[in-house]
Every structure is written in structure tokens, then in C-alpha cells.
């Protein structure tokens, strides 16, 4: 821990100290609704739990497992509509910027200055942690999407070297094949086809044409000879998977690698997770590897705990849980539990493994670069509306219900009519 | 009645009967499967499930994910398993029962035996009621439950479920009343005897198999209900099959298959033993009253 | 309201206010339920038509913008894929619940012994949800753990099963459920109906020498019509709004191949933020519904007026 992140913490020690000095005998609770209900997600929210209880906040839990929170913002709904908002909700992306929209979200101004947040926190990440330039959300962690997680075992017997581009890939993939084993693990559900997708956009086209295509939503991008080698491409992988990926559950993928049933997945780095609590240490038993050709890039999503406008008498509650999240060691302690990477740059990376390390270096590299961009799959490119008709095509194609020229020709369509 | 294959020469009847009784045992063990895997997969170790076959049976059947499942798997960041959330749903569904059961059979009694000038329609209306889809209300609902301060608590949970219950429960007793010997009602008047006390003394005592069928459809429906649950009861207040759904949809982590299958076991023993100890007086209440169109 | 309280006082000449008292007590006693039922149905019916004409999105706006989202709903290939799915669906749901059920009901009343065993063990699956049998379901289904592996394991290495992940047949595993669900709750109303029949008939038919088979074709089974009837309206309400059963199997996978209009309404509705298109579609699955049961409603109770 550097000297100037002790200071911070002191600072932030004092700063709790004071406020909490003024509040008197009040009680000060918090209702958090996320949906990270078991393991080390679980595990991870609990140092979160007692860190505020240590300092007199009671927190009264409100899980809400399933879809990657689509239950959760259905209770949110309905907890928004009758006027009873929990103080802090988890949230991607911009699902942050529609609720910030609708002016039910608290103004973190204050203890954000107190803290300095806007020097610690990327500005990528500020785009939906800040909405009209207030501070709404404490972002816990930085996700990349962009990572090919590789048995060690059949990577040696591919020949051992990272493939740089997409050929690279399929090379490898076709050694994977000959050693008799599950080339691509891969779980069919949407959002999982949409994270491979916006890798191969990111392969083939380059950050240009991601930004083009998927941020943009520039028509001659979307339909172009670029997108149809994308689509191509996907076809082609979806030749290396095993016939039952449909429906399943990315984690059930990550454990075919483990395994050795399957020789490589693509999927985030909350995929880490599972190769940890599995015994398994980078570099020995299994690889980490940018997505090839997407070295230098990174396609992020951040989780955020926006805070909800709530009363008077929880605010203090509320600030106090805030700038918990935003605590250096909880960021530590959180993320090298989940796979992730904290919010704040300002933060070590002695604690974090060699794909941590890895990821950490990559983020500031790509940040430094231009190179960084909200991920499409994760809610951090397009609102739900766009994000859910992408993904529909996008499925379709790749469960082959519709081919290459029609995915071309829908895509735009199904963007426009989400607009 | 029983139609009897008496008419029949022996040899062949005995073969019809062989025939009978083969096919209802398949079909019997066909039903029984995913229970039965439930089951023996919530009795094996993680190991045992992950390396085996899916319908052997357990080496070493125990019942630690069981105990795991009702006292300390953790949903969200509470590691008290999901006996608390089984409290919450009997909390919620024996009020809300019987206030549905109550209502529907003063609602049947007044439309059959009290009737007016449009009771049809009311009727009608009351009937179509059960077929709305309840996606379509949960946000206005949840601004009424807001309004009158029943927000995220037991008591509109049971607001919501009575009156998404009631068309059913008036259908259920309004054709059983419909049955009722008008003659009855009317010497009892005679007799002097008011609204509530011919209910009371008269139809109630003879209404046991279609409350009977009333009770077990709502009871079924009620503790079975997810979407209501999760919209308007997520938090400690919630029922058994939010809790159900946290524990078996984590987004990350191990799946722990047996505790999941144990915790679901749980969530579906109430129902299950509604139905097989009062299975036989469900199909005569049926007879008796629901199925006469 | 109008109808309970205002309703036209039948032609009595009792006097006294106690008789009055008497004459407005049932109606007294319905007012409550009428009137939940008017103001959270109905009401809610309306307020989501009033939607449908609006551009809501995360959450209701209440600026009225014409017929937008209709045409936005009739525009998405989703919409027609939960359509052609639902008539997929739900024929075969109904059709196999109804066949599986009298089938079963009919062997049940040839004087099994046992038939306390049998009986609930083919109603059980309608006391349970989805969200509990789901998981067992999609292993069963799933080609690599369900029945498709145990068969292999079992030696029948040519084994296949594997409708769940393709998008052809997906739509057919869902009726497999749902059937499972189903049926033993539709064998019960025939049940039912089955006890309820006269002996007398049957043994005249016998008598007459009439076949086994040709007393169910011909007495029995016309005698059922009630039973077929409430069977087809549970069954088609059931169908239309199945929705666990969707989310358990196949989460409107592989594709959008299980997609289902009540799937496609929570997902606008909840998590695409298109509020409008998803009240739109609710309003068309109403009228979809009216469509089949107020025809439903108008015969069955204009025939008990004879």
C-alpha cells in the first residue's frame, strides 16, 4: 500500500468518524438489492456487510437472483413505482443512465470532492457512475469481456504459443479438435452468443470498427463487408463447439475447460472465479489470453451500486455505504475474489494473481491508448432496448436460424426499431 | 361408474386387464421421474452427481444437503438456508387462502341464491377476471400497493393473491351452489331464517368437497407463485420460491445440485402433501361441483 | 358498482326495513369482491391499454403518441416467431393433455386396485412449479446429462435426444413438460366426469349388447361434453400463459425458438425497457383470450337460463 492511498484511507477513516460522531443515536440502515447470491459473489458482498456493520450500519439484504439481474430490475420496478426505493441497488451500464433519467437517484457530490473520486476513477467508468456531471453510483470493479481462458495441458499440446489474430485462433482451435477434445466451450444463451460476437467484431474490425458498429450504430458498418466476415466468422465457431452448448450456463462451460473436456472458452474474467475455486493457478494449469487480435484493447463492464433518493434520516447511512464501496481494501478484497479488477487506478496489484496483474496493466494501458470501450454484451455500449434486439440477431445467427445475409439485413432493422 | 369388461370372454379379459394395469405403471413411473430424480440426487455427494449416471441410485445416500438446504446454505448474504422464507410463504398463504375460500363462497351463495338483475354479467365479469395475464399488472399494482402503504410487506402480498384468487374461488363454489336444492333455501326461509344463517346452517355444512378443491387449487397456486413474490416481497419478507430461485440461480459459483434439489424438495413438500392426502376428496369435489361446466 | 348496487329491486311488495335490509344484504356481501375485481382488473386492463398508446419505456409516461407501438409489435419478427409458437403449443398442449388424461381416466375406472397410489401420483405434477422441477427438467432434457447420456451409458449407444437444443424441436420439449404438468389435473376433471355418470345407461347398453368400445364411443364419452369443455377452457388459459414453464426449460432459447407471447410481454415490458410494445402485446394476448372465452362465457350461461 503506497503512502498516498494510507493517507486516503486515513482521510476517509476521519471523514466516517466525523459523520458518524453527528449522528447522534440514530439508526442507520441500508437495503441493498443485488443479485450476486452465492459463492464467491456472496462471499464477496459479505466483506462489504461487515465492513458497515463495524461502523453501526445495519444491512437488510435483497437478493434477487437469475438472468443476469433481469428479476432484479423487475423488482426494482416495482419497488420504484411504489415510492419505496431501496438505498442502494447493483446495475450495469446503462441501466444506470435510464433510471438516472427519471430523477430517483441520490446526488453523491459531496462525499465524491470529500474523496476525490474523479481522480481515482477512470473516465470511461465516470460516463455511468456520473449522470448531468453528478456522482449517482460507487462503481465497485472493472470486467473485460475480451479474454480466452485455455487448458494449459491442451494449449502445450497445441504448440504452446498465444495466437495473435483470428486464423491464430482457428489454428489452434483445429489442434484442440485433433486432441479429441471439445475445441470451444461455449453456453448458448444470448447474452454469452452477444460477448462472443462483440470479441470477433473487436478481432476482425479493430476498436475503429467496434466504435463504428456497435457504439455508433453507423448503418455501412452494421451491413458492410466487415460485419458479413464477423457473422462468417461466428458461423465458423460455432463448428467447434459440442452439441449441447444450447442453454447452458457459463460457468458449466468454464468447468468443461477445467476438466480437460474442452480445450478453451471465451468469456469475461469473472470466469477466473471458477479455475480459482477450482485449485487451478494461471499460468500453470490454465492460460489467460486477450481474445486474439484484440491484444491491447479491452471491452469493459463495470458493476455499480447506484444510490436511490431515499430519506433524510438513511442518507447518512447511505454516504457511508458509498464510500465503503469505494474503500481501497474492500476494491482489493472484492476483486480478488471475483475475478475482476477495482474501480480506482490508484489501487495495487500486489494482492492479485498473474491474469489480475494482467488485466490491471491492460486496463490502464488501454485507457492510456484510447482503446477502451463499454462492452455491447454487458450492457455498457447500447441501452437494454438496442442491447436486447442486437442480441437477438445475433442469436439467431448463430443457432443457425438465419443466415449470414439476413443477420446483415436485420441487424439495422432490429437497432432501428429499438431506437 | 365402472365399465365392466364382464361381457367379455375370460382369457381376453384377463389380457385387457394385464394391459390396463401395464399401462398405467409406465405412465405412473413416466410421471415419477423427475421427482424421483429430485430425490435421489438431493440424497448423493456433488462428486457422485457430477461423475454419475443421473437416475442411479445413491451409493451413500445422506441427508446432509438436506440440513444444509434448511439451516445454512446461504441466499445472498444471509447463510441461514430457507427456513425463514418457508415461514414467510405459510405466513402468506394461509390468510390469503382462506380469505378467497371465504369470499368465493359468499360470492357463489349470493349468485345462486340471492340473484338480481345482472348477475350474470357480474358474473361474467368475476370469470374473465382469472384469465388476465399477470405480467400486464405488476406495475400498477405496485403503485397501489405503494399508495396504501402495503409496499414490500406479507399483508399485500395476500391483498394481491386474494384478488387474483377470487375469480377462481367464485366460479368453484357458484357451480356447486348452482346444485344446491333451491327448496331448501326457500323452506328455511319460510322458517324465518336470515342471509347468513342459511349460509351458515345450511349450504356451508354441505360444502366440504368443493372447499376441499378450492383450498388445494389456491394453496397450489399461492405457494407456487414466483412472479408476485419476487415483484413485491424480495427482501427478508420474501416467499419459499424467491428464496428457491436465489439459491439455485446464483450467477457464479459451484452449483451445488444437491442442495438445490433438497431446497427444492422443500419448497414442494407443502403442495405435495395437499395433494396426496386430500387427492381422493379432490376429484370428488370435482365431481361434484367443477367440472359441470 | 352499478350493476350490484343500482340493480333494478325485483317486483316485491314486502314492507318493512328489515325486509329492505334483507333484499341489499347479498349485494352488500358481493360489493367488496365486485369491487376489487373491477377496480385491479378491470382498471388495470384499461390503465394498460392506455399504455399501449404511449412511448413508455423504463418506466410509465402518460403523454398519449398514438398507434406507435402496435406497429412497432407487429413490425418484430419475435412477435410472430411467440405467435406461431403459441398455436404450436398450444394445440399440442391441449390436445395431448386431453388424450393422456381421458386415457388415463378411463383405465382408472375399470376397478384398478391401487388406484389410491395411482391417482396422485399422475396429479402431483400440478402441485409443483417450475422453478422447482425446472432444474430436474432441463437436465432430464439436456443431451449431455439427461436421457440421451443415460441411455448411452446403458449401452444404446445410438441413442438420441436432443429436441431441447435444437431449434426445430425446442418448442416440442416444452410441450412435454407442460403436458407432464397438465394431464394428471385433466384426468381428474374426467375422473370426475366418469363418476358422475349414470350406471343405469351402461348397463342398458350392455344389455343390449353393445362392445366395451363402442359404449365409451357412443354413451360415454358424448356424456363427458361438460368435462371437455372445462378441460379446453383451463387448458387454453393455461397456454396462454404459461410462462415458468418457458423460463425453467430453454429461457425462450435456443434462439428466440421457445419465444411465447407472455415470454415476449415480460421481456419488452421489464427488460428491453419498451414498456409500450410489452402493453400492446398484453392487450392483444386480452383479446386473444376474449376471443376464446367470452363466446365460452355467453353459451354456458345463456344455456342455464333454460
Known sequence: MTIRTIAKLAAGTALLALSAGSASAQDKSVEVLHWWTAGGEAAAVNVLKENLEGEGVSWTDMPVAGGGGTQAMTALRARVTSGDAPTAVQMLGFDIKDWAELGVVANLNDLAAEEGWDDVVPAALQEFSKYDGNWIAAPVNVHSTNWLWVNKEAFDAAGGEEPTDFAGL????????????????????????????????????????????????????????????????????????????????????????????????????????EFLRADLTPGEDFVCMRFPGTQGSVLFNSDQFVMFEVGDDQREAQNLMASAVMDPAFQVAFNTVKGSVPARTDVEDTEFDDCGKKGMADLAEAAESGNLAGSMAHGHAQPAAVKEAMYDVITQHLNGQITTDEALERLPQAVASAQ | MSAAATSVSPGSARFARYFIYATLVIFALIYLLPLFVMII????????????????????????????????????????????????SIKMVIPAVAISTILGALNGYVLTK???????????????????????????????????????????????????????????????????????????????????????????????PIIVVTVIYQFTNIWNDFLFGVS??????????????????????????????????????????VYVVAGRYFVRGLMAGAVKG | MTVTVDAVEPVRHRAGVLDKARDILPKVVLAPSFALILFFVYGFILWTLYLSFTNSRILPVYELVGFGA?????????????????????????????????????????????????????????????????????????????????????????FRFDWLTSTDMAIYTVVIAGVWQASGFVMAMFLAGL???????????EIDGASTFSIYRRIIIPLLRPAFLSAVIVLAHMAIKSYDLVIALTGGGPGNA??????????????????????????MMLMGISAIIIPYLYSELRERER
Open chain 3, 195 to 205: 363418476r358422475g355418470i349414470d350406471s343405469e345407461i351402461i348397463k342398458a347398453a
Open chain 2, 232 to 273: 413485491f416481497a424480495s427482501g427478508g419478507g420474501a416467499p419459499m420460491t424467491v428464496a428457491l430461485n436465489n439459491l439455485v440461480s446464483s450467477s457464479t459459483g459451484v452449483k451445488e445440485y444437491n442442495v438445490d434439489m433438497a431446497a427444492a424438495m422443500f419448497a414442494a413438500l407443502p403442495t405435495l402433501i
Open chain 3, 70 to 158: 402496435y406497429v412497432n409489435l407487429w413490425s418484430q419478427p419475435n412477435w410472430y416467431v411467440a405467435l406461431q409458437n403459441l398455436a404450436i403449443f398450444g394445440s399440442l398442449y391441449i390436445f395431448f393433455c386431453i388424450a393422456i388424461g381421458l386415457t388415463l381416466a378411463i383405465l382408472l375406472d375399470q376397478r384398478i386396485r391401487g388406484e389410491g397410489v395411482l391417482r396422485p401420483i399422475f396429479l402431483y405434477p400440478m402441485a409443483l412449479s417450475f422453478v422447482v422441477t425446472g432444474t430436474a427438467w432441463k437436465w432430464f432434457l439436456n443431451p449431455g446429462l439427461g436421457l440421451q447420456r443415460t441411455m448411452q451409458q446403458w449401452g444404446w449407444e445410438s
Open chain 2, 41 to 88: 440426487t438431493s440424497l448423493k455427494p456433488l462428486d457422485e452427481i457430477r461423475s454419475g449416471n443421473m437416475l442411479a441410485l445413491p451409493q451413500a445416500p445422506s441427508l446432509d444437503a438436506w440440513f444444509k438446504a434448511w439451516g445454512t446454505a446461504c441466499v445472498g448474504v444471509n447463510c441461514t438456508g430457507i427456513s425463514g422464507y418457508f415461514w414467510n
Open chain 1, 170 to 273: 482457428i489454428a489452434m482451435l483445429d489442434s484442440f479438435k485433433e486432441q479429441g477434445i471439445t475445441p470451444l466451450a461455449h453456453g448458448g444463451q444470448p447474452w454469452q452468443d452477444a460477448t462472443l460476437w462483440e470479441n470477433v467484431v473487436l478481432s476482425v474490425g479493430g476498436m475503429d470498427f467496434y466504435r463504428d458498429a456497435v457504439i455508433e450504430l453507423n448503418e455501412e458498418a452494421l451491413t458492410g463487408d466487415t460485419m458479413r466476415e464477423v457473422f462468417d466468422n461466428m458461423t465458423q465457431l460455432a463448428t467447434y463447439f459440442d452439441e449441447n452448448f444450447s442453454g447452458r450456463d457459463w460457468n458449466l462451460a468454464s468447468a468443461m475447460v477445467i476438466e480437460g473436456e474442452a480445450g478453451a472458452q471465451q468469456m469475461g474474467d469473472w470466469a477466473k472465479g
Open chain 2, 114 to 208: 340471492w340473484r338480481f338483475p345482472g348477475h350474470k354479467l357480474v358474473f361474467g365479469m368475476m370469470l374473465f377476471a382469472c384469465f388476465i395475464p399477470f405480467q400486464a399488472v405488476l406495475i400498477p399494482m405496485a403503485r397501489v400497493l405503494g399508495e396504501i402503504g402495503l409496499s414490500n410487506t406479507t399483508a399485500g402480498l395476500v391483498l394481491v393473491h386474494v384478488v387474483y384468487g377470487l375469480g377462481f374461488t367464485t366460479l368453484f363454489f357458484r357451480n356447486y351452489y348452482e346444485a344446491f336444492p333451491d327448496e331448501l333455501i326457500k323452506a328455511a326461509q319460510m322458517d324465518g331464517a336470515g342471509f347468513f344463517k342459511i349460509f351458515w346452517r345450511i349450504l356451508l355444512p354441505s360444502s366440504g
Open chain 3, 258 to 283: 421457445t419465444e411465447l407471447p407472455s415470454t415476449f410481454m415480460y421481456s419488452y415490458t421489464f427488460t428491453r425497457s419498451q414498456m409500450a410494445v410489452g402493453s400492446a402485446s398484453a392487450v
